[in-house]
């Protein structure tokens, strides 16, 4: 017969399983989307020749192309300012791919390389090599494969106290 001490010891281990089960769905971010469908999306963007590779030069030429998109009135520094207006238009231009909430999303996690409410071309590279390049390349030989990709650890915030914070967190 079960008692309520068993009765209890169950709903804890039944709590526990629920949480278990809780940790292992993959998280999403604000903009209904995993990490690791960022992640991808990231490394298709970045694979211009689409040889399911990208290199570390590959990398950077993207990651400058991007600044420079971004850097509106070409002053050599983006700043808080320059990065909603493009997420405003990226996002009328396409509604579908570019939601509010991915917008909200991506603007908060470019925010978060410019502490001081700007960065400059090389700081922006750099931020971005280390958040996410380095992070990928397991085999660190300067290449990122797609199968690095989704063995890529969740991504931590550079520059937090301890180092380790995770990305977008407070």
């Not at 590959?58 to 983006?78: H, M, P, T, W, Y």
Request: glycine content about 8%.
């Amino acid at each position: 017969m079960i008692d309520s001490r068993d009765w209890s010891r169950l709903a804890r281990l039944a709590a526990c399983a629920c949480l278990a089960v809780l940790a292992a769905v993959p998280a999403r971010a604000d903009d209904g989307r995993s990490q690791r469908e960022r992640d991808m999306e990231t490394f298709r963007w970045l694979d211009g020749d689409g040889d399911g590779e990208v290199t570390r030069e590959q990398a950077v030429r993207e990651r400058s192309r991007s600044f420079d998109i971004l850097d509106r009135n070409k002053d050599g520094v983006v700043t808080a300012g320059e990065i909603r207006a493009a997420a405003a238009a990226w996002g009328a231009s396409n509604p579908r791919e570019w939601t509010v909430a991915r917008q909200e999303y991506w603007v908060e996690g470019e925010l978060g390389t410019m502490p001081g409410g700007s960065i400059e071309r090389d700081a922006y590279i750099e931020y971005f090599m280390r958040w996410w390049f380095d992070r990928a390349d397991f085999d660190h030989n300067g290449v990122v494969t797609e199968n690095e990709v989704l063995l890529m650890p969740p991504p931590m915030t550079l520059g937090a106290p301890n180092g380790v914070r995770p990305y977008g967190a407070n």
